[in-house]
């Protein structure tokens, strides 16, 4: 079955970490941009840290110095590092895979984009809950 299948949601305290991860089955990743998006009660999903083919990498101003996306292409697996966790960190986290869209042509280009559910891309995954909270 081809899917990407996130993992590594939870509750943590303000100031902890959480590590997500994003797996691929069925296909592998390795020409893939793959990015991290979340969506928080109430508000528009949102583009957090994306990463290209070539290792390129963008993340949004409100996560930067805090969130690493890396990938593994031999466990076919993409990971959010996420540290210093903010309780407005709170939110359903998504991944999700495109080779394809003309507009989206590199990590930047697809972190940005508005409403990016809309975006017909190869694989989004189920989510994966990360609450904030003491």
């Known amino acids: 079955q081809l899917q990407l299948v996130e993992s590594g949601g939870g509750l943590v305290q303000p100031g902890g970490s959480l590590r997500l991860s994003c797996a691929a089955s069925g296909f592998t990743l390795d020409n893939y941009i793959i990015g991290w998006f979340r969506q928080a009660p109430g508000k528009e999903r949102e583009g957090v840290s994306c990463?290209?083919?070539?290792?390129?990498?963008y993340s949004r101003d409100s996560v930067k110095g805090r969130f690493t996306i890396s990938r593994d292409n031999a466990k076919n697996t993409v990971y959010l590092q996420m540290n210093s966790l903010k309780p407005e960190d709170t939110a359903v986290y998504y991944c999700?895979?495109?080779?394809?869209?003309?507009?989206?042509?590199?990590?930047?280009?697809?972190?940005?984009?508005?409403?990016?559910?809309?975006?017909?891309?190869?694989?989004w995954g189920k989510g994966t809950l990360v609450t904030v909270s003491s």
């Open positions: 999700a895979a495109d080779t394809w869209i003309p507009r989206i042509t590199t990590a930047q280009s697809m972190c940005v984009l508005i409403r990016p559910q809309a975006y017909a891309m190869d694989y």
């Open positions: 990463i290209s083919s070539s290792d390129d990498t």
